[in-house]
């Protein structure tokens, strides 16, 4: 038996304890605990510059904690670099401009693939496994209803199909854990609840952590909703609960809230 596997939290996809961070003396994380079930989808919310992006580079890798631990599935992943994180199964959506504009739909994707599977294979056996990438790229195109593009130039698609494509390269490689940066930032009314319902497809069984300022999104997709304001994890509980919380609607939902009452009556 592990150490963590004694741990009441040990089914935990993801894991902060008391997580702080700070950038020269001002402290941007200030001491957050929080446990992700393995398959439930998590959205962080709060206003700007509550930390959520700062959040979201702690648990990728990108920063290392000041202090704190940070566990995937049980094991302790704070300061690993976002390659060896990725590798133990969690993997973090990129920006459009990451995207390959000048390569294929098809073959964005199967570069993701062969850099997620290169670690796992000699290089003798890897090209023998071209077939089986040549096959999961395919089944990723379908995934993200972009197998009728899939010898178009990924700069000649529209927008939303850029993200679906960044989506595509996310989940690729199998991870388990997937976090998407606000995945429909820019996208129209319409756009957006057709990527919800993608995000839905493709993260079915997995454990997802996403960054969402849609409040529609949030509360259509998350199981449970994170509250970060001013560094500090105000509420981490299911979207009934969180849009009753007096606190959190004092700090943060009262106001975005009549925001998007006030921009759907006009
Ligand atoms: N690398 C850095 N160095 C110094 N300060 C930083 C750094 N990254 C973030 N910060 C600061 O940390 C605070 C939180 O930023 P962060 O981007 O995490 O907030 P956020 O909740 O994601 O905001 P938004 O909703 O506007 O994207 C901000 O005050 C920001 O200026």
């Known amino acids: 038996m592990t150490p963590h596997a004694t741990n009441a939290t040990s089914a935990a996809a993801v894991e902060l304890r008391a997580v702080t961070k700070s950038f020269g003396r001002t402290e941007i994380i200030r001491g957050v605990s929080l446990a992700v079930k393995a398959g439930e989808r998590v959205a962080i919310i709060g206003p700007n510059g509550a930390g959520k992006s700062t959040l979201f580079n702690l648990?990728?890798?990108?920063?290392?904690?000041?202090?704190?631990?940070?566990?995937?599935?049980?094991?302790?992943?704070?300061?690993?670099?976002?390659?060896?994180?990725?590798r133990a199964g969690l993997s973090r959506s990129f920006q459009v401009s990451n995207?390959?504009?000048?390569?294929?739909?098809?073959?964005?994707?199967?570069?993701?693939?062969?850099?997620?599977?290169?670690?796992r294979y000699e290089f003798w056996k890897f090209l023998s496994n071209l077939r089986d990438v040549n096959d999961r790229t395919e089944q990723v195109l379908e995934q993200i209803h972009l197998h009728r593009k899939r010898d178009h130039l990924a700069m000649n698609l529209t927008y939303a199909e850029?993200?679906?494509?960044?989506?595509?390269?996310?989940?690729?490689?199998?991870?388990?854990v997937i976090l998407l940066d606000e995945p429909t930032a820019g996208m129209s009314k319409s756009e957006t609840s057709r990527f919800v319902q993608l995000i839905r497809e493709v993260t079915e069984g997995k454990t997802l952590l996403t960054v969402e300022h849609d409040m529609g999104v949030v509360f259509g997709l998350a199981d449970r909703i994170a509250v970060?304001?001013?560094?500090?994890?105000?509420?981490?509980?299911?979207?009934?609960?969180?849009?009753?919380?007096?606190?959190?609607?004092?700090?943060?939902?009262?106001?975005?809230?009549?925001?998007?009452?006030?921009?759907?009556a006009h």
């Open 162 to 176: 850029q993200r679906a494509l960044e989506v595509g390269i996310t989940i690729a490689g199998g991870s388990s």
């Open 59 to 86: 648990i990728s890798g990108r920063f290392g904690p000041t202090s704190g631990d940070i566990l995937l599935h049980g094991r302790p992943i704070g300061g690993l670099k976002p390659y060896e994180i990725n």
């Open 99 to 119: 995207l390959f504009g000048r390569l294929s739909v098809f073959e964005n994707i199967r570069c993701a693939l062969l850099w997620a599977m290169g670690h």
């Open 228 to 264: 970060l304001v001013y560094g500090e994890l105000l509420a981490f509980d299911t979207p009934e609960a969180v849009r009753a919380n007096p606190r959190v609607q004092e700090a943060y939902l009262g106001s975005v809230l009549a925001d998007a009452q006030a921009a759907e």
